[in-house]
């Protein structure tokens, strides 16, 4: 019995992936090529980068932020006045940090990236894990999240960096957006888009070139260049509403193919709205350690409970 074996939709060899949502089959040239073509549209779709910026990389130890700084290296070679350096954020998770902190540090040395690592307890005084134990009112995701923000705001900034790439995927975004209607919160739904830009210069602008590219395909593309990453998944993650919301549309995409891109696009379109709605977000000097917030306090003084001093993170 013959076994027939699905071609690829471009160049005829044999596929060894299937996209739904584009009802087309790819081989494995074909894959990996569309991946990079995908995220240099992205980049130019939202007018990401510059010929000369120096860019500071995300780069967490897992499959997003290796394949993105993968293809950033690459993209880095044709224009010799850009620069990339690696950032890590050691956040002290005991029994997890230290593989992806090393597996970035390995992967760093193979693409000769500049590679820097900062630490929750070099900045903070303290680890995540002694954060959590105490302070129990939110989810331990919830504490990490603002802190690693400022950490790599930090380490862009020593590195005088003027741009700084997350590796948010497609899924990332998606649930994003669906945890900021949950809560409620107008403000963050607004801000959750490809580039945040602040218009005074006090941060480095935030980008993010994944953010097109659907989870298990940027975990395909690791597999398929031979990506070490690490797998063990953060001890914290079933604590997080995050988790839920993930389960809940992968259930939903698996059922209604393209639904995350659907998502993805409403936002895109409704984006505006709200922001003429509410009105744009007025940065002020945090009155504990100086940094920009719509708030009196930010966030991250409002997370340690104390008034950090001025300059400090």
Do not use: W
Not at 16 to 43: H, M, N, Q, S, V
Not at 85 to 98: L, Q, S
Not at 296 to 308: A, D, I, S, Y
Request: hydrophobic share 35%; with cysteine; proline share 3%.
């Amino acid at each position: 019995m013959k076994v027939s074996l699905l071609r690829c939709s471009r160049c005829g060899r044999t596929a060894i992936y299937r996209r739904p949502y584009e009802g087309i089959a790819l081989c494995k040239a074909c894959f990996l090529r569309d991946i990079e073509e995908r995220i240099r549209r992205t980049i130019s779709k939202y007018d990401m980068l510059k010929f000369d910026d120096h860019i500071a990389v995300a780069v967490s130890g897992g499959k997003d932020s290796l394949t993105l700084l993968r293809i950033l290296r690459k993209m880095e070679r044709r224009f010799p006045k850009s620069k990339l350096t690696a950032v890590t954020v050691d956040e002290g998770i005991r029994g997890y940090r230290a593989e992806a902190v090393k597996l970035a540090r390995e992967y760093c040395g193979e693409l000769d990236v500049d590679h820097v690592v900062v630490s929750f307890r070099e900045l903070f005084g303290r680890t995540l894990d002694q954060i959590v134990r105490s302070k129990k009112e939110l989810s331990p995701c919830s504490y990490c999240g603002v802190l690693r923000r400022r950490a790599i705001h930090i380490a862009a900034r020593n590195a005088k960096a003027n741009k700084i790439a997350t590796a948010h995927n497609l899924d990332d975004e998606v649930q994003t957006i669906l945890i900021n209607i949950f809560h409620g919160d107008a403000k963050r739904i607004a801000r959750v888009e490809p580039v945040l830009v602040d218009p005074a210069g006090r941060f480095a602008e935030r980008i993010k070139p994944v953010c097109e590219i659907p989870e298990k395909e940027v975990a395909l593309y690791a597999y398929l260049t031979g990506t070490k990453f690490q797998t063990t998944p953060c001890p914290y993650l079933t604590t997080a509403l995050r988790n839920d919301v993930r389960e809940m549309l992968n259930r939903i995409e698996e059922k209604h193919t393209g639904t995350k891109f659907t998502i993805f696009r409403s936002m895109e379109r409704l984006r505006n709205y709200l922001k003429l709605s509410i009105g744009a977000a007025e940065l002020r000097n945090c009155r504990g350690c100086g940094e920009p917030t719509t708030q009196e306090f930010c966030e991250v003084c409002k997370t340690l409970g104390t008034t950090l001093r001025s300059g400090s993170v």
